[in-house]
């Protein structure tokens, strides 16, 4: 009879492990998810003749026009670690310059704010980085 109860007791706090688990895995994956995308993308835009840098926010899916370019952030993202922030934006850019027709972008992909050499900003005149996504 001893015996019996025990099992029972066992049976009942390894489910009600089991369920905390659960809850609280559920509750971590719901927390990571919340704030990771941002709806504003600011960058830093050098001109490399005056040396002076000028800091832009741009609404996500908007236009910005910055003198001689036309950049537009399709979507920004958060990382998920905390102790190496990664900011990542898609963004585009056009030279409103260059005529040359088959150019469309002169930037069209993915930026990174800890690594920006991945896919490097190629102008003469500017250079642009990613800040922050909020």
Same mark, same amino acid.
Request: net charge positive; aromatic share 12%.
């Given at each position: 009879?001893?015996? &019996?109860? +025990?099992? &029972?007791?066992?049976?009942? #706090?390894?489910?009600?492990?089991?369920?905390?688990?659960?809850?609280?895995?559920?509750? &971590?994956?719901?927390?990571?998810?919340?704030?990771?995308?941002?709806?504003?993308? +600011?960058?830093?835009?050098?001109?490399?003749i005056s040396?002076?840098?000028?800091?832009?926010?741009?609404?996500?899916? /908007? /236009?910005?026009?910055?003198?001689?370019?036309?950049?537009?952030?399709?979507?920004?993202?958060?990382?998920?670690?905390?102790? *190496?922030?990664?900011?990542?934006?898609?963004?585009?850019? &056009?030279?409103?310059?260059?005529?040359?027709?088959?150019?469309?972008?002169?930037? +069209?992909?993915?930026?990174? #704010? *800890? #690594?920006? *050499?991945?896919?490097?900003?190629d102008h003469?005149?500017?250079?642009?980085?990613?800040?922050?996504?909020?």
């Open positions: 009879m001893l015996l &019996k109860k +025990n099992i &029972k007791l066992g049976k009942i #706090s390894f489910n009600l492990t089991i369920i905390l688990f659960l809850l609280l895995f559920s509750f &971590k994956h719901l927390k990571s998810e919340i704030n990771l995308e941002g709806n504003f993308t +600011n960058i830093k835009v050098l001109d490399k040396s002076k840098n000028i800091l832009i926010k741009i609404k996500n899916g /908007e /236009e910005t026009k910055h003198k001689d370019l036309l950049i537009k952030s399709m979507k920004c993202k958060n990382s998920e670690f905390d102790d *190496s922030p990664e900011v990542t934006a898609y963004i585009q850019v &056009k030279d409103l310059t260059n005529k040359d027709k088959d150019d469309v972008f002169v930037f +069209n992909g993915w930026m990174f #704010s *800890s #690594s920006p *050499s991945i896919t490097p900003f003469p005149v500017y250079d642009i980085w990613l800040v922050s996504c909020y």
